[in-house]
């Protein structure tokens, strides 16, 4: 399961050193391994047998790294990309987990002098990203394991495989710096080639009876079709979905080892809801004649990789959420058969807000399937006594809130299931037999969801009281309200920007001399005015004008105080009338995918 070549084994401990004209990274474990050289001029890079010379002229600066994490080619510059700062947060079958509570951008950039003005000027607006990717959450990385797979997959692993770097081994759609990666790749510097992952990394231990079970929960995001909750919506032309997290739930003790997968992931096909300035922009379906040819390459290659698939569709079967789901129901009477099967479950017209224990009706119709299905099962001597042979698929609009409390729930069943074949629970026992156990995995189900919600949203999930205590609370629908308005605010006036810093860092978007810095058509008519704090200002200003006008005339009775307030009331009303009509120019747009609209 880990690099076992040891020339493979990537430098756990490295030292930075920051020269006017290079940086150094020195492996700082004392094994006298060579350093990696990188210019500060054109970025090239080599291995040397130690560090340099100090003088007065070259003095460093020197600080410790976790790892390296890639390097980014812009129009003129080079930017590479360090772990300055990460902790341990568990572990994973045995192996240290860390999460990158800090990232650094270093530039190599001094090529940048002698560019044209307008590169240069194209160069700030795009190294500016970088200062926003800097912020990405829920990074992890194992220096001796590889988190891109599952229990399963790494012990199906061959001999050869696992001999292998880490980066070698990876699933590339879970490798989050797979594209960053590709410069020290070409250059062939395995040991300082860290693999991260995006998603959540969360477990506890707790005593039953005499035994200590270790629980621990895993959140992989595909890079794929990677972003921000309303710029990143449905399906590609490829059948990569947004939002699509692996969630792998591992049990250990007494030497066993037993893991449950499921996945989220957006309706397979192509269907936006691009951000106007309403709290909740319409639904559009683009290019319905490919949704089952979309659909169909989505589940094939769910088939490839877990087998079996039950898609349990969790959106309203009315308005908006109704027509999407209609669309996907209609797309999977063409694809259903006995290994892709798909089950409607409105979430919200049989829990309502209030009575999530009604997903014991869920559970009754897909009990059939992950009885069949199973889970992967090692027992204390590592041999393999069970495999998982499908998945279930689980979808509402976002797939954040309705999905985590389902998931939850289903994790909850199968890891009753696991502990009742290891022989630890009876065969009425249940989690909630037990109030500690009980209550930590609640709370690890709670910080999962947010996890991954925070990454997709910007927000932690809604509903999530209910994964937590048990039981909605007065506080968590307040939580809930005030978390709705932030992602308004995220969506509207901040998403934008950070899904370009995403598409920048993972190759989605590839930058070009010959495109970036040709000349920009000029934005004609409203749209080279919209200013969305300016319309605002005027709005207020106008209504407050207004206000004081209409005062003033009914104090002293004078005409033209009434005509003023008429005036600034026409200006307040026009101007609101015209942000509401063109919302979607006066939102923060991406601007290297251009949306439609």
């Given at each position: 399961?880990?690099a076992?070549?040891?020339r493979n084994?990537?430098?756990?401990?490295l030292?930075?050193?920051?020269f006017?004209?290079?940086?150094v990274?020195?492996p700082?474990n004392g094994?006298?391994s060579p350093?990696?050289?990188?210019?500060?001029?054109?970025a090239?890079?080599?291995?040397?047998?130690?560090v340099g010379?100090?003088?007065?002229l070259?003095?460093?600066?020197?600080?410790?790294?976790?790892?390296?994490?890639?390097?980014?080619?812009?129009?003129?510059g080079?930017?590479?990309v360090?772990v300055?700062?990460?902790?341990r947060?568990?572990s994973?079958?045995?192996?240290p987990?860390f999460?990158?509570t800090s990232l650094?951008?270093?530039?190599?950039?001094h090529?940048?002098?002698n560019?044209p003005?307008?590169q240069?000027?194209?160069?700030t607006?795009f190294?500016?990203?970088l200062?926003?990717a800097?912020?990405t959450?829920?990074l992890?990385?194992?220096?001796?394991v590889n988190l891109t797979?599952?229990?399963?997959?790494?012990?199906?692993?061959?001999?050869?495989?696992?001999?292998?770097?880490l980066?070698?081994?990876?699933?590339?759609?879970?490798?989050?710096?797979?594209y960053?990666?590709?410069?020290?790749?070409d250059?062939?510097l395995?040991q300082?080639?860290?693999?991260v992952?995006?998603?959540s990394f969360?477990?506890?231990?707790?005593?039953?009876?005499?035994?200590?079970?270790d629980?621990?929960l895993?959140?992989?995001r595909?890079?794929?079709?990677?972003?921000?909750?309303?710029?990143?919506?449905?399906?590609?032309?490829?059948g990569?979905?947004?939002?699509?997290?692996?969630?792998?739930?591992?049990?250990?003790m007494?030497g066993?080892?037993?893991s449950?997968?499921?996945?989220?992931g957006?309706?397979?096909?192509?269907?936006e809801?691009i951000?106007?300035?309403?709290?909740?922009?319409?639904f559009?379906?683009?290019?319905?004649?490919?949704?089952?040819?979309?659909?169909?390459?989505h589940?094939?290659?769910l088939?490839k990789?877990?087998?079996?698939v039950l898609?349990?569709d969790?959106?309203n079967?009315h308005?908006?959420?109704?027509?999407?789901s209609e669309?996907f129901?209609?797309?999977?009477?063409h694809i259903?058969?006995d290994e892709?099967?798909?089950?409607?479950?409105?979430?919200?017209?049989?829990?309502g807000h209030i009575?999530?224990?009604r997903?014991s009706?869920?559970?009754e119709?897909?009990e059939?399937?992950?009885e069949?299905?199973?889970?992967?099962?090692?027992?204390?001597?590592?041999?393999k006594?069970?495999e998982?042979?499908?998945?279930v698929r689980?979808?509402?609009?976002?797939?954040l809130?309705?999905?985590?409390?389902?998931?939850?729930?289903?994790?909850?069943k199968?890891?009753?299931?696991?502990?009742?074949r290891?022989g630890?629970?009876?065969a009425?026992e249940?989690?909630?037999?037990?109030?500690?156990f009980?209550?930590r995995y609640k709370?690890?189900w709670?910080n999962?969801?947010?996890?991954?919600?925070?990454q997709y949203?910007?927000?932690?999930?809604?509903?999530?009281?209910?994964?937590?205590y048990g039981h909605?609370?007065a506080q968590?629908?307040l939580k809930?309200?005030?978390?709705?308005?932030?992602r308004?605010?995220?969506?509207?006036?901040?998403?934008?920007?950070?899904?370009?810093?995403?598409?920048?860092?993972?190759g989605h978007?590839?930058?070009a001399?010959s495109?970036?810095?040709?000349?920009?058509p000029?934005?004609?008519g409203?749209?080279?005015v919209a200013?969305?704090?300016?319309?605002?200002?005027?709005?207020?200003?106008?209504f407050w004008?207004a206000?004081m006008s209409?005062k003033?005339?009914?104090?002293d009775y004078?005409?033209k105080h009434?005509?003023f307030s008429?005036l600034?009331?026409g200006?307040?009303v026009?101007v609101a009338?015209v942000v509401?009509?063109?919302g979607?120019?006066?939102c923060?747009?991406?601007?290297l995918?251009?949306?439609?609209g």
């Amino acid at each position: 399961m880990e690099a076992g070549d040891s020339r493979n084994k990537l430098h756990s401990r490295l030292r930075l050193w920051e020269f006017p004209d290079q940086y150094v990274i020195e492996p700082a474990n004392g094994s006298g391994s060579p350093c990696l050289d990188i210019s500060r001029v054109d970025a090239s890079m080599k291995l040397i047998d130690q560090v340099g010379e100090c003088d007065s002229l070259r003095v460093p600066k020197i600080h410790p790294i976790s790892g390296v994490v890639g390097m980014l080619k812009l129009l003129a510059g080079s930017y590479l990309v360090v772990v300055t700062e990460s902790e341990r947060v568990g572990s994973f079958l045995g192996h240290p987990i860390f999460k990158i509570t800090s990232l650094k951008v270093l530039p190599c950039d001094h090529s940048l002098k002698n560019s044209p003005e307008e590169q240069k000027k194209m160069e700030t607006e795009f190294s500016r990203l970088l200062s926003v990717a800097e912020k990405t959450t829920g990074l992890f990385f194992s220096y001796q394991v590889n988190l891109t797979l599952s229990s399963q997959r790494l012990n199906d692993l061959g001999a050869e495989s696992k001999s292998l770097p880490l980066w070698r081994q990876a699933e590339p759609r879970f490798l989050w710096n797979n594209y960053m990666l590709e410069v020290l790749i070409d250059n062939k510097l395995d040991q300082f080639l860290l693999p991260v992952i995006q998603g959540s990394f969360n477990s506890f231990e707790t005593a039953i009876g005499k035994d200590i079970v270790d629980i621990t929960l895993i959140a992989r995001r595909c890079t794929r079709r990677n972003g921000t909750r309303m710029w990143r919506r449905g399906a590609d032309a490829d059948g990569y979905v947004a939002n699509f997290v692996e969630t792998e739930q591992i049990v250990q003790m007494n030497g066993y080892t037993s893991s449950f997968v499921q996945v989220r992931g957006s309706m397979p096909f192509m269907w936006e809801q691009i951000v106007d300035l309403t709290y909740k922009p319409k639904f559009e379906i683009v290019q319905p004649e490919e949704a089952t040819r979309i659909a169909e390459r989505h589940f094939l290659d769910l088939r490839k990789k877990y087998g079996s698939v039950l898609a349990v569709d969790l959106v309203n079967k009315h308005g908006g959420e109704g027509r999407l789901s209609e669309k996907f129901a209609s797309v999977m009477q063409h694809i259903s058969g006995d290994e892709i099967r798909y089950l409607h479950f409105d979430f919200h017209q049989i829990c309502g807000h209030i009575h999530f224990e009604r997903l014991s009706i869920l559970y009754e119709q897909i009990e059939g399937f992950l009885e069949q299905n199973g889970y992967f099962l090692l027992n204390e001597k590592g041999d393999k006594m069970k495999e998982q042979l499908g998945v279930v698929r689980t979808n509402c609009i976002d797939c954040l809130d309705r999905t985590n409390v389902t998931q939850s729930m289903i994790g909850r069943k199968m890891l009753e299931l696991q502990l009742r074949r290891i022989g630890v629970f009876g065969a009425e026992e249940t989690i909630s037999s037990h109030p500690n156990f009980d209550e930590r995995y609640k709370i690890l189900w709670a910080n999962h969801g947010d996890d991954v919600s925070i990454q997709y949203s910007g927000t932690p999930a809604l509903k999530g009281d209910f994964v937590r205590y048990g039981h909605r609370t007065a506080q968590g629908v307040l939580k809930d309200g005030w978390s709705s308005l932030r992602r308004y605010y995220l969506n509207n006036f901040a998403d934008g920007t950070k899904q370009d810093a995403i598409d920048l860092l993972q190759g989605h978007y590839i930058v070009a001399v010959s495109r970036d810095t040709a000349p920009v058509p000029q934005k004609g008519g409203l749209e080279a005015v919209a200013n969305f704090p300016v319309a605002l200002a005027v709005v207020l200003l106008s209504f407050w004008f207004a206000t004081m006008s209409l005062k003033q005339a009914g104090s002293d009775y004078k005409h033209k105080h009434l005509f003023f307030s008429l005036l600034w009331t026409g200006i307040c009303v026009g101007v609101a009338a015209v942000v509401r009509a063109n919302g979607r120019i006066f939102c923060n747009r991406p601007r290297l995918h251009k949306p439609r609209g």
